[in-house]
Nanobody, 121 residues
Framework: QVHLVESGGGSVQAGGSLRLSCTASGYISNRYCMNWFRQAPEKEREGVASIFSTGIIYEDSVKGRFTISKDNTKNTLYLQMNSLKPEDTAMYYC????????????????WGQGTQVTVSS
């Protein structure tokens, strides 16, 4: 049984920073892919960042601004977000999967309930 809980969202002005956390109450294998997704109003859910043993993948618009990391001893996934823009406003979700490490939603089996990030201009 795996339960994911996101935290760290909030409201920030453009150019500011936030650090999101996702903590698992159950064990997640180190071989799992862990991702951050986001969904803005009237838009499809999209992949933001992915981390696995083979490397890290970022969506193009967040490269150089966001950093994904994890602490296996704490069962926690992080997303450090710097230089935030209004277009980053969305509900952010963490997710885990074991099929493949990518941005395809159906490859992820464990989802948190989301944390809201709002960036004002």
């Amino acid at each position: 049984q795996v339960h994911l809980v996101e935290s760290g969202g909030g409201s920030v002005q453009a150019g500011g920073s936030l650090r999101l956390s996702c903590t698992a109450s159950g064990y997640i294998s180190n071989r799992y892919c862990m991702n951050w997704f986001r969904q803005a109003p009237e838009k499809e859910r999209e992949g933001v960042a992915s981390i696995f043993s083979t490397g890290i993948i970022y969506e193009d618009s967040v490269k150089g601004r966001f950093t994904i990391s994890k602490d296996n001893t704490k069962n926690t996934l992080y997303l450090q977000m710097n230089s935030l823009k209004p277009e980053d406003t969305a509900m952010y979700y963490c997710a885990g999967g074991w099929i493949s490490c990518d941005f395809i939603l159906t490859n992820f089996h464990f989802w948190g309930q989301g944390t809201q990030v709002t960036v004002s201009s």
